[in-house]
């Protein structure tokens, strides 16, 4: 297991996000007109006798349709250790792996995680777009901190939201998708504005939910996958 307290490793992996970090571009490479099918991504974990075990799950949407058209699974070893701030690691190659299964390209990619709402603008939705190479959204459920910056609690009707600013730049939006339900925390992964970001989000949204049906059902199959895969072990 890697020490994670090595400076040089920790130094490593700072370096490889700052070098991604100048490459991003909150700007669309696609027309919102253009869009077919759009993936959501999730990830779980368990372990079982002291080894750490992840299963990632994509559940691919027709963006107008709002039905599933594939969907893809893989459970596997995690070695990576758990790093705040540093979790895109852990979490890519089961990603890549399940992304291998899929029957369809999705045109575009949401994450239950953040993206450009992270302390170096390096959460999983970024960090998983060079690898990728597809535009991708962050939809975070809960809220955290960067250089202790809260966010403003967005007005209680479906589509307020408030932008989240450190350091004098949107880092991403506290999105009410619904009334009377808890905000959800919208970021651009890469290659996508932020407005889109939310329109996109928002397009996806159903009334048994605040989270948009991509994310909320990856995060459904996850659940069941980990239940499944730790009774096969």
Known sequence: MTNVKDEKFLENLNTIQNNLRR????????KLEDLKLVAGVDIAYWSDDGVNYGVCCIEIFDYHKKEIVDKAEYAGVVDFPYI???LSFREMPLILEAVKLLQSDPDIYMFDGNGYLHSRNMGIATQASFE????????????MKIDDVDFDMPENTAGAFTDIIVSNEVYGRALRTRTDVKPVFVSCGNWIDIDTAVKITMHLV???SRLPITTRYADLATHEARRKYKQQI
């Open 23 to 30: 490459q991003i571009k909150l700007q669309n490479s696609f």
């Open 206 to 208: 159903e009334k048994d």
């Open 132 to 143: 990728l190479n597809k535009p991708t959204i962050g939809i975070a459920k809960t809220y």
């Open 84 to 86: 705040p701030g540093y």
